[in-house]
């Protein structure tokens, strides 16, 4: 029994560091896009003003960018543990009752994500399937912004699970995963 529960962590372990690592990627990927973004305003601030040549694609560029700066990087917040909570409360807890807390949490958090998975997921099939695009002057497709979005949510949802994963071994066992 013991060589059995010895190998269930070791498994639990490997499948929560290969969701922190997915999770880490992406939010690398997504880390650059506001810079891009910023440089983005600066060229059309420059075209706009002092060429008198507005651009007709920076603002919906921009808006794509940093949505999927915050899709692609909120699995990452999660597991960098920097989203917020209630730490004049938390902070006093004892690392095992911070676990129990935040295992409590999972259940909304979960009911709210997965929530979310099921509604975006007809959309997203919906726009690739149309080929949608804006329907602007510039016209750029939309599909790929909704698989982004749509791949994001189950991104967060994985590492909510990997988070759950981790607080319920600790509150169960003491130590960490």
């Known amino acids: 029994m013991d060589a059995i529960a010895t190998r269930r962590p070791s498994a639990l372990r490997k499948a929560v560091e290969a969701i922190d690592w997915i999770s880490k990627i992406c939010g690398c990927i997504g880390a650059p896009l506001p810079f891009i973004c910023a440089f983005m305003i600066i060229y059309e601030i420059i075209m706009r003003t002092i060429f008198e040549r507005p651009t007709p694609w920076v603002a919906e560029t921009t808006a794509m960018l940093c949505a999927a700066c915050y899709f692609l990087g909120g699995a990452w917040n999660i597991k960098i543990d920097g989203h917020i909570r209630v730490d004049i409360i938390y902070s006093r807890l004892s690392p095992r009752l911070r676990a129990g807390f935040s295992c409590l949490n999972f259940g ?3 009911l709210y994500i997965g929530f979310m998975i099921r509604v975006v ?3 997203m099939v919906q726009s690739i399937q149309l080929n949608e695009s804006s329907y602007t002057f510039w016209n750029p497709l939309m599909w790929p912004l909704k ?3 749509f791949t994001g949510f189950v991104l967060v949802m994985l590492q909510g699970l990997a988070g759950f994963c981790r607080d319920l071994h600790f ?7």
Do not use: D, H, K, N
């Open 171 to 177: 509150l169960i066992t003491g130590r960490e995963l």
């Open 121 to 123: 997921w007809p959309y």
């Open 108 to 110: 909304f958090f979960a």
């Open 147 to 149: 698989i982004v979005m």
